[in-house]
């Protein structure tokens, strides 16, 4: 059974471009919620998304949209990049009905320069 | 606000010197706590879950427990193996959909 799967597993891209990384969850999980990590810290809360809407939000600007398709995979989109965006973007899926348990993925380390 | 804080931010053992992380948090409604680690450039791996002050889960060598206020993770004869980052999560409020992580221990464990 795969796990959680992200690509890319690395990106560089310049400051004011867009981004988009993509996750998909483990057999049998219906929701994907998005974590930034910045370097020697915890990860922070992006969004959560299951039944293909975005069901709840940390304290991100709009300038980070997400989406998730009928077969529960999920993207992140990141607009108008700033060098403070860098990070490790985490991907987790959690089963149907049991939300409380988050699987991680391997997460896209991104680079805005 | 719900906060998670942990202690201390680095901590080096000897190989076989037991130590305990502590994960201090303010939630208002705590739906649970977690315990994760997390080796350099990957995603968290999933260690315990505690729900209710009392609560003590275990597994090979660490041990969670749970308060109020804070949880310990204890580590009996740590072993280099055991050397990574270890996150504590709190998961709160009415739908309990949003967790807070707080910023990490980083455990090195020398031969």
């Known amino acids: 059974d795969a796990g959680v799967t992200q690509s890319p597993t690395h990106l560089i891209k310049t400051r004011g471009q867009q981004v988009t990384l993509r996750c998909s969850p483990k057999?049998?999980?219906?929701?994907v919620s998005w974590y930034q990590q910045a370097l020697g810290q915890g990860p922070q809360f992006i969004f959560q998304y299951y039944e293909e809407e975005e069901r709840q939000r940390g304290n991100f600007p709009d300038r980070f949209s997400g989406h998730q398709f009928p077969n529960y995979s999920s993207e992140l989109n990141v607009n108008a990049l700033l060098l403070g965006d860098s990070a490790l973007y985490l991907c987790a899926s959690s089963p149907r009905g049991r939300r409380n348990e988050q699987y991680f993925g391997p997460g896209t380390r991104l680079t805005v320069t | 606000e719900d906060q998670v804080t942990q202690s201390p931010e680095a901590l080096r053992l000897q190989e076989g010197e037991s130590s305990s992380l502590n994960c201090s948090y303010t939630v208002s409604g705590l739906r649970g706590l977690f315990w994760y680690r997390q080796d350099p450039g990957k995603g968290p791996e999933f260690l315990f879950t505690?729900?209710?002050a009392g609560e003590e889960k275990e597994k090979e060598r660490l041990k969670a427990t749970l308060t109020k206020k804070e949880s310990f993770l204890h580590i009996t004869a740590p072993k280099p193996e055991d050397s990574a980052t270890y996150l504590c999560a709190v998961q709160a409020g009415n739908y309990g959909q949003n967790f807070v992580f707080g910023p990490g221990t980083r455990l090195s464990v020398l031969p």
């Open positions: 057999s049998g999980h219906d929701t």
């Open positions: 505690l729900y209710s």
